[in-house]
Nanobody, 123 residues
Framework: QVQLVESGGGLVQAGGSLRLSCVVS????????MGWFRQAPGKERNFVAG????????NYSNSVKGRFTISRDNTKNTLYLQMNNLKLDDTAVYYC????????????????WGQGTQVTVSS
């Protein structure tokens, strides 16, 4: 069973930055499309960013484009999300996910999920 563990969340002021990490174990990391999703209280889980197996293709939701950067290091089995210029609306639990469909943005296209890490942006 593939395992994903997120870290790097926390409390940050609006305009600040955070870097999330997701370490993948018990699977061949380089074979997976990876994605970040987020879920705010009372809302659905939404796509944030995705990256292809070797990192040549990325895609982002419109709400984070230009502020967030997704990347991966296949030698470390680790996925990253650099978040800059954070806004109050970015407050959510952030999840990393692994799947096999390139450029997938639907949550049901991802097979494996982490437990999530909380990001809270304050004014």
């Amino acid at each position: 069973q593939v395992q994903l563990v997120e870290s790097g969340g926390g409390l940050v002021q609006a305009g600040g930055s955070l870097r999330l990490s997701c370490v993948v174990s018990r699977g061949t990391f380089s074979r997976y499309q990876m994605g970040w999703f987020r879920q705010a209280p009372g809302k659905e889980r939404n796509f944030v960013a995705g990256i292809s197996w070797i990192g040549t293709t990325t895609n982002y939701s419109n709400s984070v484009k230009g502020r967030f950067t997704i990347s991966r290091d296949n030698t470390k089995n680790t996925l990253y999300l650099q978040m800059n210029n954070l806004k109050l609306d970015d407050t959510a639990v952030y999840y990393c996910a692994a799947g096999r469909l390139i450029n997938a943005i639907r949550s049901d296209a991802y097979e494996y999920w982490g437990q999530g890490t909380q990001v809270t942006v304050s004014s």
